[in-house]
Nanobody
């Protein structure tokens, strides 16, 4: 299983970015997919998750109303609007190893990408 993120970069506060994560190596139609992020000196934190069917989503409080997660077959997206300097982090894509689970808990037993850097300047 391989997850490859793209779309990160440098953006000014108030701007937008769209992250993509291409998944390969198995069928992802029964597995939730999520985004996490890790800022310098901080622990990795949950951002958003989309269910295996794409019909339900869940967001961290800081992402609610600004970020939108979506999926298409083996790709998951994160549209980020109204970005703030505190959104600066490495963003990771993850896929659950357990079918039909759509919660926020992900571990080293799940599948992770290498991350893409998002930097928001003030």
């Amino acid at each position: 299983v391989q997850l490859v993120e793209s779309g990160g970069g440098l953006v000014q506060a108030g701007g937008s970015l769209r992250l993509s994560c291409a998944a390969s190596g198995r069928s992802f139609s029964s597995y939730a997919m999520a985004w996490f992020r890790q800022a310098p000196g901080k622990e990795r934190e949950f951002v958003a998750v989309v269910s295996w069917s794409g019909s339900s989503t869940d967001y961290a409080d800081f992402a609610e109303g600004r970020f939108t997660i979506s999926r298409a077959t083996n790709t998951v997206y994160l549209q980020m609007n109204s970005l703030k300097p505190e959104d600066t982090a490495v963003y990771y894509c993850a896929s659950k190893s357990r079918a039909y689970y759509s919660g926020r808990y992900y571990s080293a037993d799940d599948y992770w990408g290498q991350g893409t850097q998002v930097t928001v300047s003030s």
